[in-house]
């Protein structure tokens, strides 16, 4: 009998990432596409996501009846039990059936999560988050999505939003975040949040080392603001400073609330590093005085790009009894 597998897939806001994936995490074979979010959701999951996953299953020379499942990550709010998206901005999706015409289209059982959660569970199971029991991630990227892993099962919460760490208030006076609240990190150590810091410095005279590496202001992203402060730029350095520093003050909020073993940071943004764990850690040593913070690590996730075909994989793997336990087993949502 052949080894079983699952098909992971990661869909983004341009792309969509599928992989055949066996127990141990070994990725057998990969497929990836751009996609059109605009085309109707039914559509879009039928062609574009359920092609990528038979192209992913080709190139690892794995036949349908040896794949057990399919997980999915996708950002936004799920209802993973009924296999809908109730809302997801990336996408201006509201109350859309997703498990369903991919299930029809590939004769496979399809289970949901939301992305952040996924890469939470890809880091958890085979990256930076293996041998411990609780763990905190933070993805910065455009947004700040967040995961929790408490007695090791990733926490959904009673409404499925359990882990929405980028909208911790930091700042109950600063601007105005995505969701209509103010002061969220996500509003203050974003990729969007870097930007707009370089556009203020702009104003004034400043950020000149960046915008010359970047071209112009328009076309100033969070790397550029990377790459100026590892070449020794102080406007670059002190932007990350202040991003590194609201997110530790996020960070610790959830060590005060659930003394995780480690801290994640992960995503596009987070590529920054040490230019943004160094004042994040600062910032929580100064913070936290009812726990032991000093013993908390605070590190780069392990996996990159690969964390959301990973952890869909995961999310296929506990949801068919391959790897059971990974999934609060109290969410009733």
């Known amino acids: 009998m052949a080894d079983p597998y699952v098909v992971g897939i990661d869909l983004g806001g341009s792309h969509v990432n599928a992989a055949v994936v066996d127990v141990t995490g070994n990725v057998a074979g990969q497929a990836e596409s751009p996609i059109d979010r605009t085309r109707p959701p039914r559509d879009l999951l039928r062609e574009d996501v359920a092609r990528v996953v038979l192209d992913a299953m080709t190139v690892a020379g794995v036949e349908r009846r040896a794949v057990r499942g399919v997980g999915m990550g996708l950002p936004g709010n799920i209802d993973r039990r009924r296999g809908v998206c109730r809302f997801s901005p990336n996408f201006r999706w509201h109350d859309v059936e997703v498990a369903r015409p991919l299930e029809e289209a590939l004769d496979l059982s399809v289970f949901l999560l939301n992305d952040v959660r996924s890469h939470t569970l890809g880091e958890m199971q085979f990256g930076a988050g293996r041998g411990v029991r609780s763990l905190a991630m933070l993805a910065l990227g455009t947004g700040i999505g967040g995961g929790l892993v408490v007695n090791g099962r990733l926490i959904e919460g009673a409404h499925s939003a359990g882990g929405e760490l980028g909208?911790?208030?930091?700042?109950?006076?600063?601007?105005?975040?995505?969701?209509?609240?103010?002061?969220?990190?996500?509003?203050l150590a974003s990729g969007p949040a870097i930007v707009r810091a370089v556009a203020e410095l702009a104003e004034v005279g400043g950020a000149t080392g960046i915008l010359a590496l970047a071209g112009s202001l328009e076309a100033v992203t969070p790397a550029h603001v990377t790459q100026a402060a590892r070449d020794g730029d102080v406007d670059a350095l002190s932007i990350l400073s202040e991003a590194g520093r609201w997110l530790g003050v996020a960070i610790a909020t959830v060590l005060t609330a659930i003394d995780p073993e480690r801290v994640l940071i992960g995503g596009g943004v987070g590529q920054a590093g040490e230019l943004l764990l160094v004042p994040a850690r600062r910032e929580v040593a100064r913070r936290c005085r009812m726990i032991r913070a000093s013993e908390t690590p605070i590190v780069a996730a392990q996996l990159g790009q690969e964390a959301?075909?990973?952890?869909?994989?995961?999310l296929a793997l506990e949801s068919v009894g391959l790897l059971p336990?990974?999934?609060?087993?109290?969410?009733?949502?």
Not at 325 to 333: E, K, V
């Open 167 to 187: 909208h911790i208030t930091v700042d109950p006076l600063g601007p105005r975040c995505g969701c209509g609240n103010r002061g969220c990190v996500e509003a």
């Open 308 to 314: 959301g075909v990973l952890g869909a994989a995961a």
């Open 325 to 333: 336990g990974l999934l609060d087993a109290s969410h009733t949502a």
